[in-house]
């Protein structure tokens, strides 16, 4: 259990940034759920729930969705869910209870790089831009490999270009982290494949070229040369070998549910 | 620091710690009816509303809650009971620790979604833990309470 000395509302960004800067012990507060779980001692505890920043915004380009909208208003988005055939309703609806998805905020799961995210994992399905408030718009796919700093990330703009885009997890037991996550893209250009929890992070695979029509051995095909330009690691819920041989499956029913459209 | 709120309609101004819980300060002000369970965000047994939606009662910092409307079990007793009646009657109520956590997420997908699948109860309700058994009495009650086929 954290102990935190000031809880502060933010009244504006400059503010919280402010805040921010001035050492390890001063920390903007998501849902606090998982830094609950840790035993730091904070000196300011920065809130950002004032600001406005739990909205999501639908415009012609996509949906810009603010840092503190939580797991559960992705989950239940109606044009966000239809515009990528459900990949975050089905991303998060594993992850413990609706409770904890009221709580848990987008800006929370993915300014960590959490190893274990769904959601960073459903994210880097598509074209998403993180904002920063002082370096601005960044890739999400650059972003992951940022070292992470005292910048806020204010919002999400996940752009509307069309592609399809399907989810597929693995858990040992129901609502417990997660062993493998995997989202398939389909877009003009071919497949893009995520896979995070390896246990690290979720990263992207672009660069294999694939055709239209499958057949299962070029998928078992394509699915070995994504697997194999990704670091996998062992831990208490999988070892390297099993989560590689989850991917091979979990890529298989992703790009078969792509294809069967 | 002092923060003000609405408990279950009533405005209310007391003092929090800055790293307080909800559920100690809730517990604090006399509404005992979420409990303590895994204290992890697991369980849901200190399930609440918090401007009508359920959250974690256990990881929402009070201060948090400043200006928001906060309702536990004590706000919604009449609903509560009529829906404690389908779990006595189907001998799922227990030792009774989880009912105060499930009772209220029950009430709040009713408010969600007004008619529910099987699929979706089951999906809603997971973050509700029964350390009892093995949720069959509970299925039983919540069929019959929203009127859907087993």
Redesign the interface.
Known sequence: M??????I?AESLEQAWELNQKGRNNII?G???WL??GRRN?IN?I?L??LGLDKIEEDEGGFRIGCMATL?DIETHEGLNKEFQNLFKEAV?HI?????R??ATIGGSIFPKLGFSDVLTAFLACDTQVILYKKGEVPLREFIYIPTDNDILTHLYVKKDGRKTAYESFRMT??DFPTITCAVAKTQDGFETVLGARPKHAEVVVDEVVADAFSSEEVADYAKRVIGKLQYGSNIRGSEQYRKQLSKVLIGRCISRLTEE | MIIDLFINGKKIQAETAPDQMLIDFLRGLGYKSMKRGCDTGNCGLCTVWMDEKPVLSCSVPAARAAGHKITTLEGVQEEAAEFSDYLANEGADQCGYCSPGLIMNVLALKREIPNPTMAQIKEYLSGNLCRCTGYQGQYRALAKYFGVEE
């Open positions: 954290h102990t935190i000395r000031n809880y509302m507060i849902g606090n759920l609950k779980m904070i505890a809130d729930s004032s559960h609806r413990v209870g609706v409770q904890f009221n709580c129901e609502t």
